[in-house]
């Protein structure tokens, strides 16, 4: 189900919050610590309504399937 304060467009993909344990499956999988990953703002267009806090990690759904993540700063 879409939020109805974050965007919606055909280019924009699929952002969501992780679980703490989603969160440290990804990063024991990649095995990567959180300060390794690419960053995205609290405040991005993309996160608006999705209640993304810093230092939570948001996957990303690109429109080809694959898979991107992102720790959430302020």
């Given at each position: 189900?879409?939020d109805k304060?974050?965007p ?10 992780l679980s703490k344990?989603?969160?440290?499956k990804v ?5 990567v610590?959180?300060i390794?990953?690419p ?19 948001v ?7 694959s898979?991107y993540?992102?720790l959430?700063?302020?």
């Open positions: 189900m879409a304060d974050a919606s467009h055909e280019i924009i993909p699929e952002h969501r919050v344990d989603d969160a440290e990063l024991a999988d990649f095995r610590s959180r390794q990953i960053k995205i703002h609290a405040k991005d267009a993309a996160l608006a309504g999705k209640g993304a806090k810093a230092g939570q990690i996957g990303i759904t690109r429109l080809d399937g898979q993540y992102r959430v700063i302020e």
